[in-house]
């Protein structure tokens, strides 16, 4: 530890131990727009992820009706199911939002309700495609059966798993919520959390419509 | 996040070794170097395959290599120059010189930083490591389906190849996220985005491309990946699939490449010509501005690739037009960069020569590139040598030629000694006409009809003078980088003599010692006008700024080392070599992708969490 004769390195090594973050210096923080950033980061990953998205979507929509073999959309979706999932995801957006604004209040109790909610929805979500997937295995639709299987599992699959990751990454905000660990001036960190999962939701109500919607009308 | 306060008066108790310090780093310097030194190796690694290639086609019907690893040398010899070679150099200026140029302490994300590299590198071994177990891809830089495809590649050859580009594609794009941050946040108070070095602008563009167009591969070798892997059929016939969207999707990818290689290229350029002609840059805003259309632009030509898989006359048109336009905002550069040095007081030092070859090859490179933008003659021209020819104008004349002016300019603020005039000259001369010796003849085999990728051909048809001309020259292009390494040893064995700005800089990494402290910048500068030190040398009357702590950096915060971006980078690794086991589908029971992501997941917790004092100073 510091001496005492040190006290100007103790003093600021306090700060760095009380308000710890990425950027580098901390006794003199500038930063040249009005953004953190990790949020901003978080923005640029999105945009990025969205020409990800973009490129499985479109490869689905390529390949939509060019299979060789059955079984096709129509053979296949339950749609009242997905619409329920959907519903879910849809208001876990509107759970994160309330969670986001019991952190940014303090509200401790306000957060942890909210931000379980959304971890459950998230759950939710994820088991729902869970029973999907398992369920149109069993009625003879593998990943290699044809195209529009291998594009559908590709792209619901990818999706999935940004759900699986947010859920984990709003999991463990909501585990040190719960020990206590994120005051006011944290909130970032939910924030943070909450901007991807957005996105997520975002992706859905893009993929809902073009792939389960559009391919029963057809 | 690991704090160090730097202090000298209290020395870390705890010296680490240097293996440890250089594998747990997160300083943007340490990090720039070990991305030079480990993309210079695999630069003489590629241009060892290059070597082999030429000594194969010296001769009609020669003998020295057989087809089979004929396909392998060429694949490797693409994939590892450009993903091995001239990003990860590029990746080397960005780390060590983007928060210097902007008068930052360190990058957005140090972290993420140090683990861009380590992916980097694993990726990079283990493309390579394809050669020990005999299977080195063997599908051509751009894995065409359904050549890549399980049906006519069975081996684990473009297994190698798919899934190091996947590797590889994650540091990318982590760097990608890293730097788009750093340079827009963490300017120093005043550099506005039109005061920023040239160099800066190019690489913030040059991040763009990176964020929007890897995501696209990403998903196109996703798809490659499942079909070797799984058995679908993404690009195969059989099942319905199309091969086209293969290279529609890769093309997305691969012509932003293009720029993602040259555009950091033409800002090291836009940075040293100034500096030797004791002017400022012509044109600053025209620069910035035709250096965003090109990018622009680079995501509306991708099928200029494709005008022989017969997409359509209405197809062609626009891509032949598209492709065209992009010769405007690269010609205002070149005019610029030539008004730039018009007029000046022109210093040939090393970097200077080198910036001027960069000019005159690049030029030759850019018109042969605009004779492709004319569909019917491109009909006549692809897959012949006259490609080969351009694209190495571009990619050698224009990219490895800027970067190695960048190298010998910079190499005084990174390793604080200055390199030898007399063997750069060497070095220069010996390249200028190895390169040409090497490429220009390529451009009369290829109207005669030599096909490239072509591992052997007869006698009598008139390719033999070229390719012994190209041979004799490619040995030439060897003999100059071997000076160059002599260059380094030699100088490495003498003083550290570099003084903070040998060269009359106008940027801001030469306000600082060479090398620089691990702090950067004692106080953060705050900058008035764009070439901000010649702004302040101009109002000061002094070389140098005066600083009044230099050395202390007392109660300095910088980011303390550490492991986790190694373990999250091995992570990475171990889950994709997971998909080279091609066991019927059974995703759940994958113990080598379940090991990997285990371990990738446990990583970036203890990343996420590690200790703000974990490795601070102990007295």
Known sequence: MPTPHNTEAAATMTTAVIDHHDAPEHEEHHSSMPIDNRKLAIWTFIGSECLFFASLISTFLVYRGQSLKGPGPKDIFSVPLVTFGTAVLLFSSFFVVMALNGAQEGNRKKLITWLSLTVLAGCFFIGMQVYEFSHFYHEGMGYTTNLFSASFYTLTGFHGTHVAIGTLWLATVLKDAIKGNVPKEKALNLELAALYWHFVDVVWIIIFPVVYLMSLGS | ?619
């Open chain 2, 1 to 619: 996040m690991a704090t160090t306060v730097l202090d000298p008066t209290h020395a870390h108790a705890a010296k680490r070794s240097a293996v440890v310090e250089w594998l747990t780093t997160v300083d943007h310097k340490k990090i720039g170097i070990l991305y030079g030194a480990s993309a210079f190796i695999f630069f003489l690694i590629g241009g060892l395959e290059a070597l082999i290639i030429r000594t194969q086609l010296m001769k009609p019907d020669n003998t020295l290599v057989s087809p089979e690893m004929y396909n392998q040398l060429f694949t490797m010899h693409g994939t590892t120059m450009i993903f091995l070679a001239v990003m990860p150099l590029s990746a080397m200026f960005f780390n060590f010189f983007v928060p210097l140029l902007i008068g930052a302490r360190d990058v957005a994300f140090p972290r993420l930083n140090a683990m861009s590299f380590w992916v980097f590198l694993l990726g990079g071994l283990f493309l390579n490591a394809s050669f020990l177990m005999g299977a080195a891809p063997n599908g051509g830089w751009f894995g065409y389906a359904p050549l890549s495809s399980r049906q006519f590649a069975g081996g684990l050859n473009m297994d190698f190849w798919v899934i190091g580009l996947q590797i590889l594609g994650i540091a990318s794009l982590a760097a990608g996220v890293n730097f788009f941050t750093t340079i827009l946040n963490m300017r120093a108070p005043g550099m506005t985005l039109m005061r920023m070095p040239m160099f800066v602008w190019m690489t913030l563009i040059t991040q763009i491309l990176v964020l929007l167009s890897f995501p696209v591969i990403t998903v196109a070798l996703i798809m490659l990946m499942a079909d070797r892997t799984f058995g679908s059929s993404f690009f195969s016939w059989a099942g319905g699939g199309d091969p086209m969207l293969w290279q529609h999707l890769f093309w997305v990818f691969g012509h932003p490449e293009v720029y993602i290689l040259i555009l950091p290229a033409f800002g090291i350029i836009s940075e040293i010509l100034p500096v030797f002609s004791r002017k400022p840059l012509f044109g600053y805003s025209a620069m910035v501005f035709s250096g965003a259309f090109i990018a622009f632009l680079g995501f509306g030509v991708w099928s200029h690739h494709m005008f022989s898989t017969g997409m359509g006359p209405l197809a062609d048109s626009f891509f032949s037009l598209m492709t065209m336009l992009i010769a405007i905002p690269t010609g205002v550069k070149i005019f610029n960069w030539i008004g730039t040095i018009w007029g000046g007081s022109v210093q040939l030092k090393t970097p200077m020569w080198f910036a001027l070859g960069f000019i005159a090859m690049f030029i030759i490179g850019g018109l042969s590139g605009v004779m492709h933008s004319v569909a019917p003659a491109d009909l006549q021209q692809t897959d012949s040598y006259f490609v080969v020819a351009h694209f190495h104008y571009v990619l050698f004349g224009g990219s490895i030629f800027a970067l190695t002016a960048g190298g010998y300019y910079w190499w005084p603020k990174m390793f604080g000694r200055m390199l030898d005039e007399k063997l750069g000259m060497t070095h220069f001369w010996l390249m200028l006409v190895g390169f040409n010796l090497t490429f220009f003849p390529m451009h009369f085999a290829g109207l005669l009809g030599m096909p490239r990728r072509i591992y052997t051909y007869p006698a009598g048809l008139g390719f033999e003078l070229y390719n012994m001309m190209a041979t004799a020259g490619a040995f030439l292009l060897g003999i100059s980088f071997l000076v160059f390494i002599v260059n380094v040893i030699k100088t490495w064995r003498g003083p550290a003599n570099a003084p903070a700005d040998p060269w009359g800089g106008a940027t801001l990494e030469w306000a600082i010692p060479s090398p620089p402290q691990e702090f950067n910048f004692p106080k953060l500068i705050t900058v008035h006008e764009k070439d901000a030190l010649w702004q302040m040398k101009r109002e000061a009357g002094v070389s140098r700024l005066p600083e009044p702590d230099l050395v202390s950096g007392k109660g300095i915060h910088m980011p303390g080392p550490s492991w986790w971006p190694l373990v999250v980078a091995f992570g990475i690794l171990i889950f994709f070599i997971g998909f080279m086991m091609k066991d019927p589908w059974a995703f759940p029971f994958r113990p080598v992708n379940i090991l990997g992501f285990a371990i990738t997941t446990f990583g970036i917790f203890k990343w996420a969490y590690e200790a703000p004092d974990a490795h601070a100073p102990q007295h």
